[in-house]
């Protein structure tokens, strides 16, 4: 496996239906601008160019078919150097509090929704740059357990919660065993007048 992006993947810029070869009807001269890809697209592919990059700056370099679930580990670490979150240590006064009143020396470290949002993109990345979903690093048992240890780690220490919201289901009014909303149920609605009937 190579780190170079696939031809025939959609996100790299070929096979994408745009251009002479798509067989359609031409486009007029005002719209040949290049189709952009989504910031989802864009981010994707700079995620996946930094971690090429980090694997060949590895000592000693390592190749796509090496990586492992460790390897992801050891880069999603290396990123907590440029993170912007404070996470204070349990031995910070500031430990569990959301808003801080004052500065503390705790570290920064990555965010943990952004490392996993990075790990879902870079997972994706993975898949469509030739990697077979069952050898994916970025789908390692150890990469989903790190990544949950960061999540409950940060909200200790921010006082902040990660739980999913849930959402509210309609409430039924007491003995209403209809299934309606609020205990209204929809009437079909009258059938037409006959034909021939004045209205």
Known sequence: MDMSPNPDSPSSGGGNGIGPSSGGA??????????SPSRY???KRRDWNTF???????????????????????FLRYLDQFG??????????????PNPPAPCPCPLRQAWGSLDAL??????????????????????RAVRLY??????????????SYEKKKRKKPQQLPG?????????THQPPPPPPPAGAAC
């Open 26 to 35: 031409s486009p007029s001269v005002g719209s040949m601008t290049p189709q």
């Open 41 to 43: 697209e864009a981010q």
């Open 52 to 74: 090429g990059q980090y694997l060949r700056n590895h000592r000693p370099p390592l190749s796509l078919a090496q990586c492992s679930g460790a390897h992801v580990l050891e």
């Open 84 to 97: 912007k979150t404070k996470v204070h240590g349990p031995a910070c006064p500031f430990f569990g509090h």
């Open 119 to 140: 790990v879902g993109r870079l997972r994706a990345a993975f898949e469509e740059n030739g990697g077979r979903p069952e050898s994916n690093p970025f789908a390692a």
């Open 147 to 160: 990544l949950r240890e960061v999540r409950e780690h940060q909200a200790r220490a921010r006082g902040v």
């Open 176 to 184: 209403d065993s209809s299934g309606g909303l609020h205990g209204h």
